[in-house]
């Protein structure tokens, strides 16, 4: 693949990021883009300076975007894209039930954090997107499974478009809480609510656990949310899923060629 730029592209059900990758493995030009609007990923894959020469490899866990997305990538005549549609497809020792309908997403972010730490370590990795996932590994590395649960976004949606009187608001950084008036109590409910729930489901998956797991976050509301939950050594690495797309199309036995 000498002189043929490899680009790793995650499209979930909120936004779609991408990002070069260098021969060390990290990104470069990391770029997040509406979900819905071809218009906007032809102006950035100019101002990226795109070619079809260019080898991708797409996480994805929205078909119907995704068949939009090759639609585009052929009119670019980009034609070496590797797909990851499933948890199935991630190079990765799993315990887990049914991984062909479980979200590449999730497996990818496993892959890349335990790239980051010993391999004798058990960790937890939470990810805070439309939804907020954590997962479990075990001391010898192997993904368990986790839990799902509804981000802060989707949340505030539900709320407002199944409620009669409840409004839309964007949950600002740790509200007050307890609110005076109906979107303070909102904002609360929303944000200390994730909170309490990704502790709980922490201390509930660490259980059984030796040592104390490692915990890595990543996804566009964990920077808000992490500070607020005391474990020690626990980090935010951006970009998870994308670090994890460039281990498992790039740096694994079978690359694409």
């Not at 990758?21 to 071809?38: E, K, N, Q, Y």
């Not at 937890?124 to 997962?135: D, K, P, Q, R, Y």
């Amino acid at each position: 693949m000498a002189n043929r730029r490899r680009i790793v592209a995650d499209l979930g059900n909120s936004r779609l990021k991408w990002a070069l990758v260098g021969l060390d493995g990290f990104l470069t030009g990391s770029i997040a883009l509406p979900v819905d609007d071809p218009d906007a990923w032809a102006v950035a894959f100019g101002d990226c300076a795109l070619s079809s020469q260019d080898v991708w490899a797409i996480s994805t866990v929205n078909p119907p975007v995704a068949d939009r997305l090759a639609r585009f990538l052929s009119d670019q005549r980009v034609s070496t894209i590797r797909w990851y549609r499933s948890a199935a497809e991630v190079p990765i020792n799993h315990d887990v039930e049914g991984p062909e309908t479980g979200g590449a997403d999730r497996a990818l972010a496993v892959l890349a954090a335990k790239e980051f730490h010993a391999p004798d370590r058990p960790g937890l990795v939470v990810s805070c997107g439309t939804a907020i996932t954590v997962e479990r590994i075990s001391a010898d590395g192997v993904w368990q499974g986790g839990a799902i649960a509804p981000g802060l976004g989707l949340s505030a949606r539900a709320l407002h478009q199944l409620t009669a009187q409840l409004p839309q608001i964007n949950v600002p950084e740790a509200p007050t809480p307890w609110g005076r008036g109906t979107e303070a109590a909102l904002a609360a409910g929303l944000f200390w609510g994730s909170v309490g729930a990704v502790r709980e489901l922490l201390n509930r998956q660490a259980e059984g656990l030796s040592p104390l797991p490692w915990v890595d976050w990543t996804g566009g509301d964990a920077a808000r949310l992490a500070p607020w939950i005391d474990w020690p050594g626990s980090r935010v690495v951006p970009d998870l899923v994308l670090l994890g797309l460039a281990r498992a199309a790039f740096f694994n036995e079978s690359p694409v060629s």
